[in-house]
């Protein structure tokens, strides 16, 4: 328990990285843990584009704003990891929402993506959550047919920083016990 909450405590955002190349062995244990991750009813809405290609992350970075500070961490990092929800599956059943919520893909790719991110902290690698970039254009490049939507990237890598931790609320500050 304490090797994993130091792995909770440590992770960072990484946008800098080594010029060393992860390891297909990495890359599968890293898809294992979206593989595991929990979804609703199980329905597992998640589909994961492994991007190694220079030419296609040079036209995700065109999806970025330039001052996205994960701008040059597409490029940089040796490996993206896009995460792409099949919509209209989580958070429904038999073809109707079931929830005020709705879809709950977000969700679902939200867990998942938390799985691949600390996966890859256990495994010495670093990666940054990206989702400020234009999602219909990544949609374009990537292929990704209607009925999908690309939710977050994740630039991943060896890191060549060690961000300080940022300030965390003190746990008084946001728990409530039995009413609000």
Not at 38 to 60: G, P, Y
Not at 86 to 110: C, E, H, N, P, R
Not at 127 to 142: M, N, S, T, Y
Request: aromatic share 10%; net charge positive; charged share 30%.
């Amino acid at each position: 328990m304490t090797e994993f909450m130091e792995i909770i405590k440590t992770r960072r955002s990484i946008r800098k990285f080594e010029d060393k190349d992860v390891e297909q062995e990495k890359i599968e244990k890293l898809l294992e843990s979206v593989k595991w991750a929990q979804s609703w009813a199980n329905t597992q809405c998640w589909e994961v584009i492994v991007v190694k290609d220079m030419d296609v992350k040079k036209k995700l970075q065109e999806t970025l704003p330039n001052n996205n500070p994960a701008y040059l961490a597409i490029v940089k990092a040796p490996v993206v990891f896009v995460m792409v929800a099949k919509l209209q599956q989580s958070g429904y059943y038999k073809g109707k929402v079931t929830t005020k919520f709705g879809d709950w893909f977000m969700f679902d790719i939200g867990i998942a993506t938390q799985n691949l991110c600390l996966t890859g902290k256990s495994l010495g690698l670093g990666g940054v959550v990206v989702g400020l970039f234009d999602q219909d254009k990544a949609k374009k490049v990537l292929g990704v047919p209607d009925g999908y939507e690309v939710v977050v990237m994740v630039p991943m890598g060896y890191p060549a920083q060690d961000p300080k931790p940022p300030k965390r609320k003190e746990i008084s500050e946001f728990v409530h016990y039995e009413k609000f």
